[in-house]
């Protein structure tokens, strides 16, 4: 069973940083491109930014370029993200997904919250 | 103008059926695209529907029932997904998405309510 967990949200202030992490299982990681997208309160679906199988490619949302990194570490099954210099906008919900084609699976989320 | 807009909302009864709309913006084709189409109930993370970009690329995703099928409008430029035989447990909001230029890119969803 595919399953992704994330973890590392919380409270943060304006300026501040957070490094999310999903660690997955139920398949062979290293195989599949990987996504954040994020949701915030009330609000739709963003995507956020993507990584490639061995981490040579990335892409990311303009709102995030500079700010955000997306990595992985294949042999630990995980991926995470550094959010930097976090503004009271990029307060959401953060899920992991897996993006071989589409998002097929999503794992719960994780809230980021930034404020004073 | 965004790159895929939705109706915001939408309404049918149960058994009927209902059409949601995603429509590319202007100068984007719609038929050289994968649609891709999710479902997210309140307090869940959103669910993958199924995939269409023409009858012989399309992908359903898994468990999903055969009631949940995608199509597209050239005319209209825009990727539909038909519920056939509404059900109390489709209300729920519904995503589109598109690989486009170098990101993913969701619909702002529409919310089914069926009554």
């Known amino acids: 069973e595919v399953q992704l967990v994330e973890s590392g949200g919380g409270l943060v202030q304006p300026g501040g940083s957070l490094r999310l992490s999903c660690a997955a299982s139920?398949?062979?990681?290293?195989?599949?491109?990987m996504s954040w997208v994020r949701q915030a309160p009330g609000k739709g679906l963003e995507w956020v930014a993507n990584?490639?199988?061995?981490?040579?490619?990335?892409y990311y949302v303009d709102s995030v370029k500079g700010r955000f990194t997306i990595s992985r570490d294949n042999a630990k099954n995980s991926l995470y993200l550094q959010m930097n210099s976090l503004r009271a906008e990029d307060t959401a919900v953060y899920y992991c997904t897996r993006t071989p084609d589409g998002a097929d699976y999503w794992g719960q989320g994780t809230l980021v919250t930034v404020s004073s | 103008q965004a790159v895929l807009t939705q109706p915001s909302s939408l309404s049918a009864s149960p058994g009927a059926s209902a059409s949601l709309t995603c429509t590319l913006r202007?100068?984007?084709?719609?038929?050289?695209?994968?649609i891709y189409w999710y479902q997210q109930k309140p307090g869940s993370p959103p669910q993958y529907l199924l995939r269409y970009k023409s009858d012989s690329d399309k992908q359903q995703g898994s468990g999903v029932p055969s009631r949940f099928s995608g199509f597209k409008d050239a005319s209209a430029n825009a990727g539909i997904l038909l519920i056939s035989g509404l059900q109390s447990e489709d209300e729920a909001d519904y995503y589109c998405?598109?690989?486009?230029?170098?990101?993913?890119?969701f619909g702002g969803g529409t919310k089914l309510t069926v009554l």
């Open positions: 139920g398949f062979t990681f290293s195989t599949y491109w």
């Open positions: 990584i490639k199988q061995d981490g040579s490619e990335k």
């Open positions: 202007s100068g984007i084709n719609v038929g050289t695209y994968r």
């Open positions: 998405m598109i690989w486009h230029s170098s990101a993913w890119v």
